[in-house]
């Protein structure tokens, strides 16, 4: 399995004659950032996108399953304190 820039994700199987078995996208989402299958639910696998969300997807059909959905990502940082050490 894996996932790029191009907002894909992809099953494979290099065994195989046709290496590539399926490809799942989900425009609204973004970017996938992760992707691993689910232990529990063989059928399925979860991905991680830019948005923040997760979309769960059935690994036959190829069709998102669920998406938990978060807050909009926030990248602001405070500095509460700062310590130099020379």
Do not use: Y
Not at 26 to 36: A, F, H, I, L, Y
Not at 47 to 73: I, N, Q, W
């Amino acid at each position: 399995m894996s996932c790029s820039a191009d907002g894909t994700l992809k099953l494979w199987s290099p065994q195989s004659k046709v290496q590539l078995l399926q490809t799942f996208s989900s425009e609204q989402d973004g970017v996938p950032t992760s992707c691993d299958f689910v232990r529990d639910e063989t059928d399925k696998m979860v991905a991680a996108f830019t948005s923040g969300h997760c979309v769960l997807f059935d690994l036959e059909t190829g069709k998102p399953v669920t998406r938990l959905e978060s807050s909009p990502v926030c990248n602001k940082v405070d500095l509460l304190s700062l310590f130099i050490l020379n």
